[in-house]
C-alpha cells in the first residue's frame, strides 16, 4: 500500500490541524493505521493508532485528549484532528500501515509501510 501524508503547515499555540493519509494500491481497511511523530534529534514517537474498521483508538499520554484519530475505509483515508497545538507538537508527522493483529500499538517496527511524513510546526 501507497501512503501520502498531507495537511501539515504553521500553527499558532493553542491552534488546531487536520492531517490527513491517502492510501493506494491495495485494500485500505485490511490495514490497522497509525500516526508517529518525529522531532529533529529525536526518535520517532507514537501519537496514535486506529484498528481496521475504526472501531477502537489508541493515544500516547501526550496526545491523548488533544486529538483524534479517525479513518474512512470509503475514501482510503486516514486523519488526524489536532486540537490545542502546543510547541512540543513540532515534528514531522508521518501515517504507517500495520497487518499484524494485535502486539503492540507504539512499536515502529511493527508497521510495514509508511508515508514519506508532513511539517507540523507550531509557533509559541
Known amino acids: 500500500v501507497q501512503l501520502q501524508a498531507s495537511g501539515g503547515g504553521l500553527v499558532q499555540a493553542g491552534g488546531s490541524l487536520r492531517l490527513s493519509c491517502a492510501a493506494s494500491?491495495?485494500?485500505?481497511?485490511?490495514?490497522?493505521m497509525g500516526w508517529f511523530r518525529q522531532a529533529p534529534g529525536k526518535e520517532r514517537e507514537f501519537v496514535a493508532a486506529v484498528t481496521w474498521t475504526g472501531a477502537s483508538t489508541y493515544y500516547s499520554e501526550s496526545t491523548k485528549g488533544r486529538f483524534t484519530i479517525s479513518r474512512d475505509n470509503v475514501e482510503n483515508t486516514l486523519y488526524l484532528q489536532m486540537n490545542s497545538l502546543k510547541p512540543e507538537d513540532a515534528a514531522v508527522y508521518y501515517c504507517a500501515a500495520r497487518v499484524r493483529y494485535g502486539g503492540n500499538w507504539p512499536t515502529v517496527s511493527e508497521y510495514d509501510y509508511w508515508g514519506q511524513g508532513t511539517q507540523v510546526t507550531v509557533s509559541s
Open positions: 494500491g491495495r485494500t485500505f481497511s485490511n490495514y490497522a
